[in-house]
């Protein structure tokens, strides 16, 4: 495929990875890397999904428990767990996920807006479903994952 390839900009690169029994997906381009579980340092008086910060090569890092910002409960992590570091503008946040699936190529067309359910929370963490090789996968919305201070900072 060149840049010259009229369906070039219709591919997107996403992840995936598993919370909770569920798969979703983000765009490959906010991942820094992935890391194995590192018990996080608490930090007084901060919001119930942030599971503390750990030290990224210098860099103090907030670690964010993607299942309970999501609302699926709390994740007690273990060593199976796994943290996807993501980049959103200038913020840096780790993502406490169950673990990481799959990197994978698909067209735009196949994105279909999340349905309405009455809440909305869906809209404002998820943007689309990807429906392939019978699963459902939910987009998540990388900005939005992020506690408010952090976004508005940014």
């Given at each position: 495929m060149t840049e010259t390839d009229p369906t070039f900009d219709s591919k997107l690169?996403?992840?995936s990875f598993e919370i909770a029994g569920q798969?979703?997906?983000i765009d490959i381009r906010a991942v820094r890397e992935i890391r194995g579980w590192t018990p996080a340092t608490p930090i007084p008086q901060t919001p119930s999904y942030v599971k503390g910060v750990i030290n990224l090569r210098g860099a103090v890092i907030p670690v964010l428990d993607l299942r309970?910002?999501?609302g699926l409960g709390m994740t007690e992590p273990m060593s199976r767990h796994v943290i996807v570091v993501i980049q959103y503008e200038a913020n840096v946040v780790g993502l406490l996920v169950d673990g990481v699936q799959e990197t994978f190529q698909v067209d735009a067309t196949m994105l279909q807006p999340p349905p309405a359910v009455g809440s909305t929370a869906t809209t404002r963490f998820v943007d689309a479903i990807i429906p392939m090789e019978g699963r459902m996968l939910s987009?998540?919305?990388v900005g939005s994952l992020l506690p408010a201070e952090q976004r508005e900072a940014a």
């Open positions: 690169e996403l992840i798969e979703f997906c309970n910002r999501l987009r998540l919305v």
